[in-house]
């Protein structure tokens, strides 16, 4: 099937959805990688959508950006932070683009007129594919992959999964038995009346698995409390495995731990054992820096709180990497982090009328805190509720940072209450504004119908040398960043700003696009177009977000004065 064997792991996920296959799949490829082996990874998601571009955040979490514009599945997030990698939008399958390739291939007539059915022509198409991404390289050197980890989407046994296990079944004869293997994520119930650890699930979500042809050679268990022995037992005998392949996968305080509790169970032996994979049994430096970040998350002393003004608060996955990018920056400063979630519609006139509780409620949040994020989002809800936050950020000098539709409703509220333009707006939610400051500024991709967003890794270039956001950045020139908007500030209005100090110190190779924005006289106001946390890792924080952390800790001044260095820990 290749020349130098790839190999794969698939992860599959039995009784409930939603177990954590993600973080496995990572920290599994994250231990791996810290042997020294080059690892890719691919999602699965059975649903029949194209993409996740079309999804409400509250469906399926954030859609997650890709340096080629491709909007994927949240898990490619946690595959791209967890094991430093840049995927590509091939990296996530779904059902929806299996058949439309394979539906397009056969009005081509590529069948030569056969039946065309699930098994082989989608599965097959399944295969295919797979290898085909495994190989591409994903690091910055361009060197073909050693593992692909593959994580299938939902439940064994749902209807919508079946094609893909019966392609993974074929597959495993086709790669040959040292080439792939399985792993196997259970939930162990706890139920509170008797409080003991229940296998009946994991048992029957296995049994469904072996009669679909599949074998487990690690079940991982997610248990809430590490698993008692005699339930490790248990599992071995009625699951047909030896009690070294039953793993536990308990709760634990930060999911940087995930990938320690995995090696000290031995996973990295089996696997090479098991794969024939020849690993160094150097001492692993790589795992090294997640056990001392995790450590030092547990230690935290200070706190830091962060007000998240967004309209899709109830449901904190629709924020994931926003999140994810607030946390790496608040280790950094070895700070703990406090997020207050605060709909913006809360924040608005109307609410104080309807529900005076949640608008002092709101308020209270919003005053109380160390820092002001307004993320990107869609649609005119709760965008006035978001323009007082702004202006009290503004006001009351407070840090700040707007991302995507956040510094574009910066542009709105400084138009409104310093240049004195009461309707100003974006087009977006008011065509008919005398002073429309955000327009639709589609990118147009010839030849590509529907596709007008400007989307995927564009290059920002700094315009002046005093701004706080290039130093931020290590001085850079210029920074490639992601995208995912249709709408941009009105370029000609620019000069009307400047005048009183509101600052467009990044902007597109053309000078068309305004990407950041500054205020002068302001401890931190910072805006950008683009969405800086799809980039943010661990060990490397996001700048933007990291200033902003920075400056709601009081630390951002020496920190600029040290020549952007943190002082050890």
Same mark, same amino acid.
């Given at each position: 099937y290749q020349s130098t064997m790839m190999k794969y792991i698939l992860v599959t996920g039995g009784v409930i959805s939603g177990i954590g296959k993600g973080i496995i799949a990572s920290s599994v490829g994250t231990i791996l990688k810290s042997c020294g082996l080059r690892v890719t990874a691919i999602k699965i998601d059975p649903y029949i959508n194209i993409d996740a571009g079309t999804f409400s955040p509250y469906e399926h979490g954030e859609v997650f950006v890709l340096d080629d514009g491709g909007e994927v599945d949240l898990d490619l997030g946690n595959y791209e932070r967890f094991l430093d990698i840049r995927l590509t939008r091939d990296n996530n399958l779904t059902t929806g683009k299996i058949y439309q390739s394979v539906i397009n291939k056969e009005r081509r007539g590529d069948y030569l007129g056969k039946t065309v059915q699930v098994v082989p022509h989608i599965t097959d198409a399944i295969q295919e594919w797979v290898v085909k991404q495994a190989g591409v390289p994903v690091d910055d050197d361009d060197v073909e992959p050693q593992v692909c980890v593959i994580e299938l989407g939902g439940t064994v046994g749902d209807i919508e999964s079946m094609p893909f296990i019966e392609a993974f079944r074929q597959f495993q004869f086709?790669?040959?038995?040292? +080439?792939?293997?399985?792993?196997?994520?259970? /939930?162990?119930?706890? =139920?509170?009346?008797?409080?003991?650890?229940?296998?009946?699930?994991?048992? +029957?979500?296995?049994?469904?698995?072996?009669? /679909?042809?599949?074998? =487990?050679?690690?079940?991982?268990?997610?248990?809430?409390?590490?698993?008692e022995n005699s339930v490790k037992e248990k599992i071995s005998m009625f699951c047909h495995v030896e009690p070294e392949q039953v793993i536990c996968v308990h709760d634990v305080s930060s999911i940087y731990r995930v990938p320690l509790l995995l090696e000290n169970q031995g996973v990295v032996g089996y696997l090479s054992r098991r794969l024939n994979m020849p690993i160094e049994t150097r001492p692993r430096k790589m795992l090294t820096k997640w056990k001392e970040m995790s450590d030092r998350s547990d230690r935290l002393l200070e706190h830091c709180s962060i007000a998240l003004v967004g309209k899709y608060t109830k449901f904190s996955d629709s924020y994931a990497s926003v999140i994810k990018a607030l946390e790496h920056s608040a280790l950094a400063i070895s700070h703990k982090l406090e997020v207050k979630y605060i709909d913006s519609?809360?924040?608005?006139?109307?609410?104080?009328?309807?529900?005076?509780?949640?608008?002092?409620?709101?308020?209270?949040?919003?005053?109380?805190?160390?820092?002001?994020?307004?993320?990107?989002?869609?649609g005119v809800r709760g965008t006035e509720g978001k323009i007082h936050a702004i202006n009290w950020a503004r006001q009351?000098?407070?840090?700040?940072?707007?991302?995507?539709?956040?510094?574009?409703?910066?542009?709105?509220?400084?138009?409104?209450?310093?240049?004195?333009w009461k309707d100003a707006n974006s087009t977006e939610f008011d065509p008919e504004s005398k002073h429309p400051v955000v327009i639709d500024m589609p990118e147009h991709n010839p030849g590509q119908m529907g596709g007008t967003m400007r989307l995927g890794k564009r290059r920002t270039i700094f315009k002046t040398n005093n701004s706080v956001l290039r130093k931020l950045y290590g001085d850079a020139e210029y920074v490639?960043?992601?995208?995912?908007?249709?709408?941009?500030?009105?370029p000609e209005l620019k000069s009307h700003f400047e005048e009183r100090g509101f600052r467009f110190v990044g902007q597109d190779v053309e000078g068309e696009r305004m990407e950041v924005i500054e205020l002068d006289d302001h401890p931190y106001f910072v805006g950008v177009q683009y969405h800086p946390e799809f980039t943010s890792r661990p060990i490397k924080p996001s700048p933007p977000y990291l200033?902003?952390?920075?400056?709601?800790?009081?630390?951002?001044q020496s920190y600029l004065q040290k020549g952007c260095r943190l002082s050890p820990r």
């Open positions: 086709k790669v040959k038995r040292e +080439n792939f293997c399985n792993i196997h994520v259970s /939930l162990i119930p706890q =139920p509170s009346a008797t409080g003991e650890q229940k296998t009946k699930p994991t048992q +029957n979500s296995v049994r469904e698995l072996r009669g /679909l042809g599949l074998s =487990p050679d690690l079940i991982m268990c997610r248990c809430s409390t590490a698993l519609a809360y924040l608005e006139p109307s609410t104080l009328q309807e529900e005076p509780v949640k608008y002092h409620e709101a308020w209270q949040k919003l005053c109380s805190a160390d820092g002001i994020l307004v993320p990107g989002g869609f009351q000098k407070k840090p700040f940072l707007g991302v995507c539709l956040g510094m574009q409703l910066a542009v709105c509220e400084f138009a409104r209450n310093v240049l004195g490639d960043e992601r995208h995912r908007h249709r709408f941009e500030v009105n200033g902003l952390l920075l400056a709601a800790a009081g630390k951002l």
